[in-house]
C-alpha cells in the first residue's frame, strides 16, 4: 500500500479501535528496537519507508534488530512480538498461507506455523485471494489451530466474501459469541492446558465492497504466469503478486484491501 494510503489506513484501524474503547499497539521494529505501540510520528515515518522496511517474518527478526535495521512485521512476528505482552488478539487484513503449486515449491508462509505454537487470536478478513485456499486451511488443521468465520459458513478470501472453503471447525452469527470464542472458551483453556496453539477468525469483507471474484480470480492468474517467468519467489512472490493484481484490476484490489480492514 503506498504513502500517504498506508498512513491513512492505519490511522483509521487505531480509530476505530479506540472508538470501540480497546487501545490499539501497531507492531514494528524501527532501528532495531521491536515496538508494541506507535505514536503518530513513528507511524508516519514507517508508513514512508514503504517498501524500504524489510518484510519481517519471524525468522527474520533477530537480523533486523541485531543490524539496527527497520522492520515491517508479518503476521508470524507480530503474533510473536503480541504474545510476549500479553496482547491476546489482534487484527489483520489476510493471513498468509500456502502458495499455489505449493505441493511442488513448499512455499508455505510462516503465519501458519507460527498459528501453531502461539495463542494469539487473529481475526483478519480471510486468507489472500492469491493463495491456495483450501490447502492452507488443511495446514492449518494439521498444525491444530481452530479455523472459525463470522457470519458465513466458508472461510473468506481477503479481496472476496467468499472462497468456496468450507473446512471450518465453526461459525458465529453474533459478536458475543466471538468473544466467548476468544476470551472464555478457547484461549482461556488453550492457555490453562498449554496447548500453545493460536485462533483465525475470518470476518469477510462487506458485501458491497468486494471485488469481482472473476475478475480478481483472472488477474491472479496474470500475475502468477510473470511471476513463473520473471523467476519471482520466496518472499518476494506475495508483494509482488499483490501489487501486479492491483495494476491489472485498475486499482480495484486495493480499494478492497483496504476496505477489508
Do not use: W
Amino acid at each position: 500500500m503506498p504513502y500517504p494510503q498506508n498512513f491513512e489506513t492505519a490511522k483509521e484501524v487505531e480509530a476505530i479501535v479506540r472508538n470501540n474503547g480497546a487501545v490499539p499497539a501497531t507492531i514494528a521494529i524501527l532501528e532495531g528496537l521491536p515496538c508494541v505501540g506507535l505514536s503518530t510520528e513513528e507511524l508516519e515515518r514507517l508508513a514512508k519507508l514503504g517498501s524500504k522496511a524489510q518484510k519481517t517474518a519471524r525468522r527474520d527478526i533477530a537480523h533486523v534488530v541485531a543490524t539496527r535495521g527497520n522492520g515491517a512485521t508479518t503476521v508470524s512476528a507480530t503474533m510473536f512480538f503480541a504474545s510476549m505482552v500479553g496482547i491476546p488478539v489482534f487484527v489483520t487484513g489476510g493471513i498468509g498461507g500456502v502458495h499455489r503449486h505449493g505441493e511442488h515449491t513448499m512455499d508455505i508462509s510462516s503465519d501458519l506455523t507460527e498459528l501453531g505454537r502461539t495463542p494469539v487470536a487473529v481475526i483478519s478478513a480471510g486468507i489472500k485471494s492469491i493463495l491456495d485456499i483450501p490447502r492452507t486451511l488443511e495446514y492449518l488443521e494439521t498444525h491444530g489451530v481452530c479455523v472459525a468465520a463470522y457470519k458465513t459458513n466458508e472461510f473468506p478470501a481477503f479481496f472476496t466474501e467468499t472462497s468456496g472453503s468450507k473446512q471450518l471447525f465453526l461459525y458465529m452469527d453474533f459478536v458475543y459469541e466471538l468473544l466467548c470464542l476468544i476470551f472464555d472458551n478457547y484461549l482461556d483453556v488453550n492457555m490453562k492446558l498449554k496447548l500453545g496453539s493460536g485462533l483465525v477468525i475470518g470476518v469477510p469483507i462487506p458485501r458491497e465492497h468486494a471485488a469481482s471474484g472473476r475478475v480478481i480470480e483472472s488477474a491472479i492468474q496474470s500475475a502468477l504466469r510473470e511471476a513463473r517467468e520473471k523467476n519471482i519467489t520466496g518472499n518476494a512472490e506475495t508483494p509482488f503478486l499483490l501489487a501486479r493484481v492491483n495494476e491489472l484490476t485498475g486499482g480495484l484490489s486495493l480499494a478492497s484491501s483496504i476496505l477489508s480492514l
